[in-house]
C-alpha cells in the first residue's frame, strides 16, 4: 500500500518561501499514469488543490496559485517538493500531499497533512 508522509516547517513569516516535502513509500512516483497532487485546507474553508505532477514529471497548477507555485521531485529518493513563494497569512492552512490514479482527480492515497502557519 502506498503511503505519503508530509515535512517541512510548519511556522513562516510573510514574504517566505513555503517548501514542503512529500515522501512517498510503497510506490514509485515514476509510475505511470499516477499524479501526485499539492492540496491545502485554510481554515473553516473547503479544500483547495494546488498543483499536480504526473509521472512523467510535467506539472498543472490551479490558475490562482500558478505565479507562486512550483512543483518538483526527486526520483531517487521518490520524493515530491512544492514551493509556494512570497506567502501571506491566506496561505495558512493544512497541506496535504496526495496520490490520484488513473486521472488527476481520482484521488486515493494522502498523507496525514502538515499545519503551515503564516504570521508576522
Avoid: H
Avoid at 513569516?13 to 509510475?31: A, F, H, R, Y
Avoid at 490551479?62 to 526520483?75: E, F, N, V
Wanted: with cysteine; glycine share 10%.
Amino acid at each position: 500500500q502506498v503511503q505519503l508522509q508530509e515535512s517541512g516547517p510548519g511556522l513562516l513569516k510573510p514574504s517566505q518561501t513555503l517548501s514542503l516535502t512529500c515522501t512517498v513509500s510503497g510506490g514509485s512516483i515514476s509510475t505511470n499514469n499516477v499524479y501526485w497532487s499539492w492540496i491545502r485546507q485554510p481554515p473553516k474553508k473547503g479544500l483547495e488543490w494546488i498543483g499536480y505532477m504526473t509521472s512523467s514529471g510535467s506539472t498543472v497548477y490551479t490558475p490562482s496559485l500558478k505565479s507562486r507555485t512550483s512543483i518538483s521531485r526527486d526520483t531517487s529518493k521518490n520524493q515530491f517538493t512544492l514551493q509556494l513563494s512570497s506567502v501571506t497569512p491566506e496561505d495558512t492552512a493544512v497541506y496535504y500531499c496526495v496520490r490520484a490514479e488513473p486521472a488527476p482527480g481520482d484521488f486515493g492515497s494522502w498523507g496525514q497533512g502538515t499545519q503551515v502557519t503564516v504570521s508576522s
